[in-house]
């Protein structure tokens, strides 16, 4: 319609032709609000990125949480695709048919607070990963540890977040329930798969350059489970 209005310009010279209403108005703020999403996430993620940086000294951590934060935002909103996009799953749900894509209002609303439930979930992880390294345990044994330790207790936290976010899912305005849903599939994606199994695989691909160029102290147990004799 815009494409034609210009042309209509063009060819009426000192003359302005705009839309009006409604649709129109929501038209330019959906633009508006999807196109700011990138510069949002272009801002966000490195000054996050820097910040960790400065915490545990180490190039890798911060850009290892990056590549875990955009897998779940990806994950998350692939799953939205699949249940309000496609068919595939209204044989189980049958009143998903009525829906046609994600309500755009709720993108910038959930992807802030994914990228902090995220963030929070890694900080815990990985500052008990680096507290067994300093301890004098391997890279091996610290990313075994670490997760063996916090673990269920990031599982249980997500199982009590899903919870509490359900309760918008029972709401009647469709931007509520679809930001329940994705809050919901969001915190379980990060608590089960990524920062349980994808981020221990890929510090214990890294191994000793996960904290570089931060020096630790050299290795002295590689025990992956069980005490461990002071001496």
């Not at 910040?51 to 180490?58: E, G, H, W």
């Not at 875990?68 to 189980?92: D, E, R």
């Not at 899903?162 to 329930?177: E, I, P, R, V, W």
């Not at 379980?188 to 931060?214: C, E, G, H, K, S």
Request: some cysteine; hydrophobic content about 50%.
């Amino acid at each position: 319609v815009r494409k034609a209005l210009m042309a209509w310009e063009d060819s009426h010279p000192g003359y302005k032709a705009e839309l009006s209403g409604g649709a129109s108005e929501a038209a330019d703020i959906r633009h508006e609000l999807m196109g700011s999403c990138f510069t949002y996430l272009s801002l966000v993620v490195p000054l996050i990125m820097l910040v960790v940086l400065v915490t545990f000294r180490s190039i890798m951590i911060p850009l290892r949480l990056a590549i875990a934060l955009l897998f779940t935002l990806a994950a998350t909103y692939g799953t939205a695709v699949v249940i309000y996009q496609t068919p595939l799953l209204h044989g189980l749900f049958p009143w998903l048919a009525g829906f046609h894509g994600v309500v755009f209002e709720v993108i910038p609303m959930s992807t802030g607070l994914m990228i902090a439930l995220g963030l929070d979930y890694d900080i815990f992880l990985v500052t008990r990963i680096v507290e067994f390294r300093e301890n004098g345990f391997s890279d091996r044994a610290s990313v075994f540890r670490g997760t063996a330790k916090t673990g269920g207790i990031i599982s249980g936290a997500g199982i009590i977040m899903a919870l509490a976010f359900s309760g918008l899912t029972f709401s009647d305005k469709l931007l509520m329930q679809q930001f329940g849903t994705l809050l919901i599939v969001s915190v379980l994606y990060d608590t089960f798969v990524v920062r349980t199994i994808l981020v221990p695989a890929m510090m214990l691909i890294a191994q000793q350059w996960n904290w570089w160029p931060r020096r630790m102290p050299p290795p002295i147990h590689d025990i992956l489970e069980g005490d461990v004799d002071a001496n």
